[in-house]
Antibody
Framework: EVQLVQSGAEVKKPGESLKISCKGS????????IGWVRQMPGKGLEWMGV????????KYSPSFQGQVTISADKSISTAYLQWSSLKASDTAMYYC????????????????WGQGTMVTVSS | EIVLTQSPDFRSVTPKEKVTITCRAS??????LHWYQQKPDQSPQLLIK???QSFSGVPSRFSGSGSGTDFTLTISSLEAEDAATYYC????????FGQGTTVEIK
């Protein structure tokens, strides 16, 4: 079964750093772009960026460029989303998701989604 | 940035009714438009890719159509389990999502 399993919920203070993970299984992890999508409480979906684990090619939405870092460790089939200094406005559910087809461009539909990681930033 | 505008924002529907949700793009995106269903406290699930291609395992009552700037998701006969928020998503330019359409069962 193809799946993405995300790390657990986090509660952090403003200014702290954080790295959340997304572990793939059941498919060739290096062959599919993995994206991150933000959903703030009660709001819609926002495309943050994607990474191709095969060569770590990464694309960001301008809205998130410089605010987060997307990375991957292909040896353990895991993608990451990290912050160096969290803000209260980073409070949201974060989903990782896999492109529907292997290789190709850095934009596509997402067919497999992780269960989400809730990040709460509060003093 | 390509803006996707869905209508309506909210729809209250009786079972077996036909439901149509539209998604309009601010510029032409060909057929690079996808539809997702998100039930409360669940991850989104892909329903339709590239405007009209049904994703594997999705019930046949869900269908998509359109190209260019105007797209439609149709639920031919609503079932109670279809209560959810539906999002369109374009992958022609920098990817963006529509604001969502919530479908409630009367």
């Amino acid at each position: 079964e193809v799946q993405l399993v995300q790390s657990g919920a986090e509660v952090k203070k403003p200014g702290e750093s954080l790295k959340i993970s997304c572990k793939g299984s059941g498919h060739i992890f290096t062959d599919y772009w993995i994206g991150w999508v933000r959903q703030m409480p009660g709001k819609g979906l926002e495309w943050m960026g994607v990474i191709y684990p095969g060569d770590s090619d990464t694309k960001y939405s301008p809205s998130f460029q410089g605010q987060v870092t997307i990375s991957a460790d292909k040896s353990i089939s895991t993608a990451y989303l990290q912050w160096s200094s969290l803000k209260a406005s980073d409070t949201a559910m974060y989903y990782c998701a896999r492109h529907v087809s292997s290789g190709g461009a850095d934009r596509n539909a997402f067919d497999i989604w992780g269960q989400g990681t809730m990040v709460t930033v509060s003093s | 940035e390509i803006v996707l505008t869905q209508s309506p924002d909210f729809r209250s529907v009786t079972p077996k009714e036909k439901v149509t949700i539209t998604c309009r793009a601010s510029q032409s995106i060909g057929s690079s438009l996808h539809w997702y269903q998100q039930k409360p406290d669940q991850s989104p699930q892909l329903l339709i890719k590239y405007a009209s291609q049904s994703f594997s395992g999705v019930p046949s009552r869900f269908s998509g159509s359109g190209s260019g700037t105007d797209f439609t998701l149709t639920i031919s006969s609503l079932e109670a389990e279809d209560a959810a928020t539906y999002y369109c998503h374009q992958s022609s330019g920098l990817p963006t999502f529509g604001q969502g359409t919530t479908v409630e069962i009367k």
